[in-house]
């Protein structure tokens, strides 16, 4: 089994700035591909950004520029940089990560998710 933990949501200011963190535990042996994700509400679940094991990002292009992510590999976390929060940011933001186990097998792992709102 594997979990998926966020933290860092919370409310801000636009034009603020919030840092979300994501920590891997359980039966993990490596993490593949990790991402996070966002629904705002009464909307899907959109993209926001992944990064491969060997750092190669991609971002929606709503982000580009505001927000960075990154990982550890070594500590089994991923991060989430995000500046200049605009309203339309606001959204629960979920980790996703593809998990390669300790008893081999591939596993599609999500968050709880982590709430992030954007206002004055």
């Known amino acids: 089994q594997v979990q998926l933990v966020e933290s860092g949501g919370g409310l801000v200011q636009p034009g603020g700035s919030l840092r979300l963190s994501c920590a891997a535990s359980?039966?993990?042996?490596?993490?593949?591909?990790m991402g996070w994700y966002r629904q705002a509400p009464g909307k899907q679940r959109d993209l926001v950004a992944t990064?491969?094991?060997?750092?190669?990002?991609d971002y929606a292009d709503s982000v580009k520029g505001r927000f960075t992510i990154s990982r550890d590999n070594a500590a089994n976390t991923l991060t989430l940089q995000m500046n200049s929060l605009k309203s339309e940011d606001t959204a629960v933001y979920y980790c996703?990560?593809?998990?390669?186990?300790?008893?081999?097998?591939?596993?599609?792992?999500w968050g709880q998710g982590t709430l992030v709102t954007v206002s004055s």
């Open positions: 359980g039966n993990v042996f490596s993490l593949r591909t």
């Open positions: 996703n990560a593809l998990v390669f186990t300790t008893s081999r097998s591939n596993l599609e792992v």
């Open positions: 990064i491969t094991r060997d750092s190669t990002m």
